[in-house]
């Protein structure tokens, strides 16, 4: 993978900031040419660096406000148990974030749920019944102090 550049950095770190910059005000921030910035910001996509581009939604306004980390502990440490939870993480969508993590558990878990009762029903239906779960420790968050913030590179 090529060495990234301070116009590489630059367009990365725009984009970052606000992703739904046009390419005409991505150029002119960066200070460079309209296809430059095209053909660079392509690249950027092409090798990886951009993964995507997204919109942050509001969790308060689209009835999903509680969020939850768990901490999860699994009945064994095997590749295959492993690899059983994590294929089973995937495939649920009310699960935002999956980490393999060291420490006392083997995966946190970030999810959003609409309110106490709403996470209740789902963690008595759904997570304690993934494949290889022994135990999980539930963190209900009280105020979110950082969230998503930029990288810094």
Not at 68 to 92: C, H, I, K, W, Y
Not at 117 to 130: P, R, V
């Amino acid at each position: 993978m090529p060495e990234l550049d301070r116009i590489d950095r630059n367009i990365l770190r725009a984009l970052q900031e606000e992703g739904r910059l046009s390419n005409a005000d991505l150029a002119s921030r960066v200070n460079v040419s309209p296809a430059t910035c095209h053909r660079r910001t392509q690249r950027l996509f092409d090798d990886g660096y951009i993964e995507g581009v997204s919109a942050r939604i509001n969790p308060e306004q689209v009835g999903m406000g509680a969020l939850v980390m768990v901490g999860v502990v699994l009945d064994r440490s095997t590749p295959e148990s492993f690899a059983e939870f994590e294929q089973a993480a995937n495939r649920m969508p009310v699960i935002l974030d999956c980490n393999l993590v060291a420490g006392d558990f083997d995966y946190l878990l970030k999810i959003r749920a609409r309110d106490m009762n709403d996470f209740n029903k789902l963690h008595g239906e759904q997570l304690i019944a993934l494949p290889g779960v022994r135990q999980t420790r539930t963190f209900f968050v009280m105020k979110e102090v950082k969230n998503n913030a930029p990288l810094t590179f």
